[in-house]
Structure formats: C-alpha cells, structure tokens
C-alpha cells in the first residue's frame, strides 16, 4: 500500500458524512484542509483528540482551514459523536477503509487498533506535512496548527 506523503496530491474521493450527505473532497479543493485518520469515536483517546481540535477549531477557521476527521465509524455513530462532544467539524465514514487506504494511512498500534495519521493540505490538493503517531494524541492539532503557521509565513 503505498502511504500518501509531503508533496503529493491528495486522491479524489467521496464518502457519507455524519448527516449522511454525500462529501466529494473536489468541492473542497481551493482550501486549506486538515485531514485526520482516527481509530474510532467515542475512545478515550479519540474523544481526546477530537475535542482537541474542537477546543481550537476557531484557529483553523480564522486561518481559513477546513477540518475533517476519518475513520470507519458509521455516519449515525459520527452524528452522535458529533453531537455528543459539539463538534463542530465534518466527520466522514470510511466503513470499507477504501479511503484509509488509497492515503495509506496504516500506522497502528502493535497491530491492534488502526493508526491515527494527519495531514496537513493546501489549497491545490498537495501534501505540506505528514504526522502520523499513535501515542501523542493531541500532538496532531498542535503541530497542524504549527504547520499552518508556518505555510502561512512563507507565502509570497
């Protein structure tokens, strides 16, 4: 499987949101994204992770980033999640792992529990930054938010 890293373009897919609306990631292009991959909604660990990027989602919005989280929950799990924890980011359902796999997004811990990788993209689709760790939960909106930062000060 071939993992998706800085400087390629991310694939083209479509999957169900939490409201069960079709999300074709071409609508999206034009913006800055941050895409997450999580094991599950409602673990202690994910919960932590997406209550993280709640708690600073303004600071992506300001920076005109749009925030999704993946994993293979069903979209009726993500409404709950979603609604559970007010977030107020997009969550898709990934329930066949197709788009898991097309980002080779495999990281995982001792084979148990799938991995937990972000990344970071700008407005024409291409990949700035790759994190991709398992243990280091909230670590993933720190360094996106550094990441963005730092593309945004770069720009001409």
Known sequence: MKQIKKGDKIPLFSLKDQDRNEFRIRDHLGNPMVIYFYPKDDTPGCTREACTFRDHYEDFTSAGVKVIGIS???????????????????????????VRKLFGASGSLFGLVRGRVTYIIDQRGIVQHVFNSQLRITQHVKEALKIIHKLKSTKP
Do not use: I, N
């Open 72 to 98: 293979e929950d069903t979209p009726e799990t993500h409404y709950a999640f979603r609604e559970r924890y007010q977030l107020p980011f997009t969550l898709l359902s990934d329930e066949d792992k197709k």
